[in-house]
């Protein structure tokens, strides 16, 4: 599955940015969407995630400020991260789970890059 992500770019401390995910795959309807970050010298982390059903969960680090949504018609998750903050600064990539984990059908691809500025 190829996977497209975008909409990142260098923004200051407070500010707003959408990401959006394009995932080319017939089953995208019913497939569990995430995004991921992963800052310089850090592990990837899983800062949200939107089931078929668009069930939302989030990390506690971006809960009340980010939200996650999917338009099954484009194929297209969406990421709104509002009041921006410079430790939000990282690489965003989006992944998708049909059941047997992330990473397991798409690649990671090179990502979006998010850069806050204090």
């Known amino acids: 599955v190829q996977l497209q992500a975008s909409g990142g770019g260098l923004v200051q401390a407070g500010a707003s940015l959408r990401l959006s995910c394009e995932a080319q795959t017939s089953i995208f309807s019913i497939i569990t969407v995430g995004w991921f970050r992963q800052a310089p010298g850090k592990q990837r982390e899983l800062v949200a995630s939107?089931?078929?059903?668009?069930?939302?969960k989030y990390a506690d680090s971006v809960a009340g400020r980010f939200i996650i949504s999917r338009e099954n018609a484009r194929k297209t998750v969406y990421l709104q991260m509002n009041s921006l903050k410079p430790e939000d600064t990282a690489a965003y990539y989006c992944?998708?789970?049909?059941?047997?984990?992330?990473?397991?059908?798409?690649?990671w691809g090179q990502g979006t890059q998010v850069t806050v500025s204090s």
């Open positions: 939107i089931n078929g059903g668009s069930g939302a």
């Open positions: 992944n998708i789970n049909a059941g047997g984990g992330w990473g397991k059908l798409a690649n």
